[in-house]
Nanobody, 118 residues
Framework: QVQLVESGGGLVQAGGSLRLSCAASGSISRINTMGWYRQAPGKQRDLVARIRGGGSIMDYAESVKGRFTISRDNAKNTVFLQMNSLKPEDTAVYYC???????????WGQGTQVTVSS
């Protein structure tokens, strides 16, 4: 089993910044991907950013490119999402996701609310 603990959500005005953190612990033999997804009310959960390939490849949703940056601390099995120039449409619950091991098992965090006011 793998546990994910998220932090860093909150309320911010448009144009502001937030930094999300997600620490993974438990049975982690190999991390395939770590990333962030978000889900707004009434919408599906979508990829925001993901880091893979041992931390050398980052994927971003088009809507956040140039504003969000994903990074990872390999020693601490922690992934970060720096969110700048936030917009009201970024408002959602943000979920951390990790995919581990040879069987590519996925785990989700509990979610953290990000609210951007206009």
């Amino acid at each position: 089993q793998v546990q994910l603990v998220e932090s860093g959500g909150g309320l911010v005005q448009a144009g502001g910044s937030l930094r999300l953190s997600c620490a993974a612990s438990g049975s982690i033999s190999r991390i395939n991907t770590m990333g962030w997804y978000r889900q707004a009310p009434g919408k599906q959960r979508d990829l925001v950013a993901r880091i893979r390939g041992g931390g050398s490849i980052m994927d971003y949703a088009e809507s956040v490119k140039g504003r969000f940056t994903i990074s990872r601390d390999n020693a601490k099995n922690t992934v970060f999402l720096q969110m700048n120039s936030l917009k009201p449409e970024d408002t959602a619950v943000y979920y951390c996701n990790i995919n581990v091991g040879a069987l590519f098992r996925g785990y989700w965090g509990q979610g953290t609310q990000v609210t951007v006011s206009s």
